[in-house]
């Protein structure tokens, strides 16, 4: 079974410009996740999605974040634009059931 | 609001030392305890969980027990490895909401080295 993949790996970019991820969940599971990594620091869930519908979105920073999932499948969150303190690992997750499965997430740098 | 809170790493041992990491919660319902293990450039992964008080999760050597009076649910292993090296996450998830499907809470992660 294909587990979570996320694009691109890695991402630098300067202050102010834009930037978007990429995630596709493991095949069949409804809910997707997306967390922010800061260094140093535990994951801290972004969105939630349950289909294409939003479940938790309660610690996104609306005026600089945004992220879709049109077809209940794959997802992107974007950042427009950036600031230094979004240098971070960016966590896709999924779930059938009661075990989350994570991506190897996109780890952001931002100058 | 929920939270987890873990000892500092990093923690430093040698092989076939005995290890443990303290993790004690808060949270207003009955949640599941989880532990995950993010080894070097890779991503998380679920190494044991424990849904209701009492319950012992288990795998690869490691243990947890989900302690209710402490609000605990600390990990052990009897001999670590080399192997073990990593990064080590507490976290739970709520049920008061009746999903399955709830989100993660993190503690900030206790770092692991093992020496030859």
């Known amino acids: 079974e294909a587990g979570v993949a996320q694009s691109p790996r890695y991402k630098i970019i300067e202050k102010r410009q834009s930037v978007a991820f990429w995630c596709n969940p493991i095949?069949?599971?409804?809910?997707l996740y997306w967390y922010q990594q800061i260094l140093g620091q535990g994951p801290k869930l972004l969105i939630q999605?349950?289909?294409?519908?939003?479940?938790?979105d309660s610690q996104l920073p609306k005026d600089r974040f945004s992220a879709e999932r049109l077809k209940g499948v794959d997802s992107t969150l974007k950042i427009q634009p950036a600031k230094l303190e979004d240098s971070a690992v960016y966590l896709c997750?999924?779930?059938?059931?009661?075990?989350?499965?994570f991506g190897p997430g996109t780890r952001l740098t931002v100058l | 609001g929920d939270s987890v809170t873990q000892m500092e790493g990093p923690v430093t041992l040698s092989e076939e030392a005995f290890l443990t990491i303290n993790c004690t919660y808060t949270a207003t319902g009955y949640p599941s305890l989880f532990w995950y293990v993010q080894y070097p450039g890779e991503g998380l992964q679920l190494l044991l969980k424990a849904t209701k008080a009492d319950d012992k999760g288990s795998n690869k050597g490691f243990e947890a027990t989900y302690r209710k009076e402490t609000t605990s649910f600390h990990l052990e292993k009897g001999s670590v490895q080399v192997s073990d090296s990593a990064v080590y996450f507490c976290?739970?998830?709520?049920?008061?909401?009746?999903?399955?499907?709830?989100?993660?809470?993190f503690g900030t992660g206790t770092l692991l080295a093992v020496q030859p």
């Open positions: 997750a999924s779930t059938g059931g009661r075990e989350q499965f």
């Open positions: 095949s069949g599971h409804a809910t």
């Open positions: 999605f349950q289909n294409n519908g939003v479940v938790d």
């Open positions: 976290a739970l998830s709520d049920h008061n909401t009746g999903g399955a499907t709830n989100k993660l809470i």
